[in-house]
């Protein structure tokens, strides 16, 4: 019998560990969370800000006239 009252207080600390790094585990996913959607706000206004950059004044090859000399 006390065999078995041992078993069961080994089971019963090694499920208090396990529900103990559940929780740790548990808050570094919510941190992680948090971190995540702040950096997608950020993309999200950079990218906001990259589409409202005006694009440059200068002309392409393509566009440029040919010196008068052709």
Do not use: C, W
């Not at 208090?16 to 548990?26: K, R, Y």
């Not at 992680?32 to 702040?38: A, Q």
């Not at 206004?45 to 040919?66: C, D, F, R, V, Y």
Request: glycine fraction near 2%; proline fraction near 6%.
């Amino acid at each position: 019998m006390a065999d078995l009252e041992q078993r069961v207080e080994e089971l019963e600390t090694k499920l208090a560990f396990q529900d103990m790094t559940i929780e740790e585990l548990n808050q570094q996913v919510v941190k992680l969370n948090d971190l995540v959607t702040d950096q997608q706000e950020v993309i999200t206004h950079l990218i906001g800000k990259l589409k409202a950059i005006e694009p440059s004044n200068m002309a392409t090859q393509a566009e440029e006239t040919p010196p008068p000399h052709y």
